[in-house]
């Protein structure tokens, strides 16, 4: 089917450069044959619905009849929506500390799992498998040993005389229990840090402690930069999650309720918006400004990542 | 040498202290979900259950359709996994083993797709999905599979193909094979250990599909284990040990199933770590 490469020749260039161009179409013609089912799926999927929902957010729109044009009632709606005001302030709550602590936690426990200990696997495995418990099943686990008057937390702590606080019932409690919960399931990036800890070069170490340096500083200078583009990765993941936080409080919210809406939640906001009050408009609003927020914060990390990640390859 | 026995001994303790963290909440699931009612509602908690009611269980999966839940779980994986294994296999192959213009634009293009949050394509696509008549059944959650809507899938597969020698398709290329033949019956076959990982990653994430299910499917009986669990909460709410006996037959499984799988578990991750 296809002819054996055809040898360059200075005499004639001409249709040397037309066969050129015509295998280079034919390449890009079998490239996209393979990609079009993303393609198609991007474009139907994606594209469609990404332009659908900002069309939709200068509507009022119930899904039914068609959607009439408001300019920019719904925005300047959300600003003055203090329901709005609160999903924001408790998402942007959750995401501030889960984000960092789940990413200290995770690399502090891929380092203590890439340490030379006996039974390694034994602790590996046990500090995954919360991650793989299903969402709905974790957050019943969790509104259940978190429970205040039965709940097994609640017992330990009064063994040592501190009175437990009502986690997920108390206003002041309900995100920190959030984030706890968030923090059980870390194992995914935890064996990913691992993965980053162990692609390491052990020579690097060496050199580090020939030169002087101690455990604190191999950690400072050898150890983050050579994992720093494996953090960017989980940060911007986890990032992206956190602010779409959903499922764990929309099963807490049945036996917890969410007290004084301190567990209103962006997506929460959005889904009682769009699929119980159809405010379609509105929520696509809504739905814009999730997009924008996300766009802002991924470009400030990526603008500012270059002053902390090193990439091993550039410096060659 | 005693130095070296007190750290090592240290990191045990450390070891163990954050295990019984991470172990913690899944014991007193198990532990709870056998005991009596009565002996949930105890202050200080009692650990052990007295006696032992084994028959939480059967009781807890027959007050609901349980069968139905699981049968439907396990179309859906199935369906799914189909639609992510053909089409997946197949884009990856276009963004790593062929060289073309625009590739890795495009390939941009689907990363970048990941950091868009679900709800900014949700309400057009639920319309359509509605005049289609597909509100109420899986279709929503599956017909994007076959479209590559796993970017996660493609990726994971991406980086594996890349690390298999181009040589091996240049050689039958030199034979005269087609690239669906040199797609079919020289890289898939030598990519089995990544395919694995993506079935399995697929697997879990259907199981624990709880937002899709929630937005499209309305009927009871049409419900994913997911959504069922989160129906005895309304039902049962005083009673803890037979929530907690379903959560426990909803997540016993997965757990099976890793320690089954470990292996291919732990280097599947790590290979959606890597940059490249």
Redesign the interface.
């Known amino acids: 089917m296809r002819k054996l490469r055809t040898p360059r020749r200075a005499s004639a260039s001409a249709p040397a450069s037309r066969v050129r161009r015509s295998r280079r179409q034919r390449r890009m013609r079998l490239g996209l044959l393979f990609v079009s089912p993303w393609i198609l799926g991007f474009l139907a999927f994606y594209l469609y619905p990404f332009f659908a929902t900002l069309y939709y957010s200068f509507t009022t729109f119930t899904g039914v009849g068609n959607p009439r044009g408001v300019g920019f009632a719904n925005y300047s709606e959300l600003f003055h929506d203090s329901l709005f005001r609160t999903a924001l302030f408790n998402t942007f709550y959750y995401t501030a500390f889960e984000v960092p602590l789940s990413t200290v936690v995770a690399i502090g426990l891929a380092l203590l799992l890439n340490m030379n200990v006996r039974g390694r696997a034994i602790y590996r495995t046990l500090f995954y498998i919360p991650s793989i418990v299903p969402v709905v099943a974790s957050s019943l686990i969790f509104v259940w040993i978190f429970q205040p008057s039965f709940g097994v937390v609640n017992s330990l702590l009064s063994d040592v005389h501190i009175e437990g606080p009502e986690w997920f019932f108390s206003v002041a409690w309900s995100k920190p229990s959030f984030i706890l919960l968030g923090l059980w399931g870390l194992g995914q990036p935890m064996v990913i840090y691992l993965a980053a800890l162990q692609g390491v070069p052990r020579e690097m170490y060496e050199v580090a402690a020939l030169e002087g340096a101690g455990p604190l500083q191999r950690l400072r200078h050898v150890t983050l930069p050579m994992i720093s583009p494996v953090i960017l990765f989980n940060v911007i993941m986890s990032l992206v999650l956190s602010i779409q936080y959903f499922t764990q409080a929309q099963v807490i919210e049945t036996p917890a309720g969410s007290p004084g809406s301190s567990t209103m939640f962006f997506v929460i906001y959005y889904y009682q918006q769009a699929f119980q009050d159809l405010h379609l408009g509105y929520a696509s609003a809504m739905a814009f400004m999730l997009f924008i927020l996300v766009l802002i914060i991924t470009i400030v990390l990526l603008k500012t990542s270059s002053g902390w990640v090193y990439y091993e390859n550039e410096q060659q | 040498m005693p130095r070296k026995i007190g750290a090592?001994a240290l990191?045990?303790i450390?070891?163990i202290a954050?295990?019984a963290m991470?172990?913690?909440?899944?014991a007193?699931?198990v532990l709870?979900s056998f005991k009596s009612a009565s002996q949930?509602?105890?202050?200080?908690?009692v650990w052990w259950p007295h006696p032992f009611l084994w028959n939480n269980y059967p009781h807890v999966l027959s007050s609901l359709p349980f069968g139905r839940f699981f049968l439907n779980t396990f179309v859906y994986c199935a369906v799914t996994i189909v639609g992510v294994c053909?089409?997946s296999s197949?884009?990856a192959?276009?963004?790593s083993r062929?060289?073309?213009?625009?590739?890795n634009g495009?390939f941009y293009?689907?990363l970048m797709?990941?950091?868009?949050?679900?709800?900014?394509?949700?309400?057009?696509?639920?319309?359509?999905y509605?005049h289609v008549g597909w509100i109420g059944t899986y279709l929503p959650l599956e017909v994007?599979t076959?479209?590559?809507?796993s970017v996660f899938s493609?990726f994971l597969l991406r980086q594996f193909f890349m690390t298999i020698p181009q040589s091996l398709s240049d050689a039958a290329?030199m034979d005269?094979a087609?690239?669906f033949y040199i797609?079919s019956r020289i890289v898939l076959p030598l990519a089995k250990p990544a395919m694995a990982t993506v079935i399995l990653f697929q697997f879990?994430y259907c199981?624990?599909d709880?937002?899709g299910p929630?937005?499209y499917i309305s009927n009871d009986s049409s419900y994913p284990?997911?959504?069922g669990?989160?129906l005895i909460?309304?039902d049962y709410?005083t009673n803890?040990s037979w929530?907690?006996a379903a959560?426990?037959a909803?997540?016993v499984p997965?757990?099976i199933l890793?320690?089954l799988t470990?292996r291919t578990f732990?280097q599947g991750?790590?290979l959606?770590?890597?940059?490249g």
């Open positions: 090592s990191k045990h450390v070891l954050v295990g991470f172990a913690l909440p899944l007193w699931m709870t949930t509602l105890t202050f200080p908690v053909i089409s197949l884009v192959y276009g963004f062929l060289r073309w213009r625009g590739r495009l293009v689907m797709t990941l950091l868009l949050p679900f709800v900014c394509t949700l309400i057009p696509l639920f319309i359509l509605k994007p076959f479209f590559g809507s493609t290329r005269g087609n690239e797609f879990i199981w624990n709880f937002i929630l937005i284990l997911s959504l669990l989160d909460l309304g709410s803890w929530v907690m959560a426990s909803a997540t997965i757990v890793f320690f470990q732990i991750i790590a959606t770590g890597t940059k």
